[in-house]
């Protein structure tokens, strides 16, 4: 059925170090893909997204490109900084529509 | 600069009670929408509020909940007969047209217990 599979947390890294965040969905047809993130204390905010694919959506040094081929949205960044700990969503919706399907969060922590 | 507002932010119940949560979303943002989140997992959709009237309810999951949106802005999340299953954070969210073409902003929820 619809769903989201991300890699699991809690994901440790140094200060600086390259992030890699894994994504992949089960939609039929085409959705637009998300990537949302939750700072400790915070409510869900949307970080990027893509329409379709081969598309990259991008914000705050994050970046994640719509693979249809692999149905995949990895999200990166080539230097993670202490204040991007927070814990990361990918999920999915189809166009015109409003309900988004949910992965359950990777846990990310950066040590200075 | 409101963003969407959610009371209570904590809410402890006995079982077998009746809970209303309620959400205030940005003004002007004509969609609504209600998800809830168990610990450690992502947010579960309930419903999706077009305005008045709610447009996929699909994730409501059974007759013990209900949500309503009379005026097109603050909607209420009615929960009946509640159970220990039911705790959870749930979560409200608004925008300004549908959540995939337009940004969703999340309310940082209404934490529920059941005991």
């Known amino acids: 059925g619809d769903s989201v599979t991300q890699m699991e947390g809690p994901v440790t890294l140094s200060e600086e170090a390259f992030l890699t965040i894994n994504c992949t969905y089960t939609?039929?047809?085409?959705?637009?893909l998300f990537w949302y993130v939750q700072y400790p204390g915070e409510g869900l905010q949307l970080l990027l997204k893509?329409?379709?694919?081969?598309d990259k959506g991008s914000n705050k040094g994050f970046e994640a490109t719509y693979r249809k081929e692999t149905t995949s949205f990895h999200l990166e960044k080539g230097s993670v900084q202490v204040s991007d700990s927070a814990v990361y969503f990918c999920?999915?919706?189809?166009?015109?529509?409003?309900?988004?399907?949910f992965g359950q969060g990777t846990e990310l922590s950066v040590k200075p | 600069g409101a963003g969407v507002s959610q009371t209570p932010s904590n809410k402890v119940t006995e079982k077998g009670k009746y809970v209303e949560l309620r959400c205030d979303p940005i003004?002007?943002?004509?969609?609504l929408y209600w998800y809830r989140q168990s610990l450690g997992q992502g947010p579960e959709f309930l419903i999706y509020?077009?305005?008045?009237?709610?447009?996929?309810d699909s994730g409501l999951p059974n007759d013990r909940f209900f949500a309503v949106r009379p005026e097109g802005s603050v909607s209420t999340l009615k929960i009946q007969r509640t159970e220990r299953g039911d705790s959870a954070v749930y979560l409200c969210?608004?925008?300004?047209?549908?959540?995939?073409?337009?940004?969703?902003?999340f309310g940082q929820g209404t934490r529920l217990t059941v005991v």
């Open positions: 893509a329409t379709k694919a081969d």
């Open positions: 999920a999915w919706g189809y166009n015109q529509g409003g309900k988004l399907i």
């Open positions: 003004s002007g943002h004509t969609a």
């Open positions: 939609a039929t047809g085409y959705p637009s």
């Open positions: 969210a608004s925008s300004l047209q549908g959540a995939t073409s337009t940004e969703a902003f």
């Open positions: 509020f077009q305005g008045t009237g709610a447009a996929d």
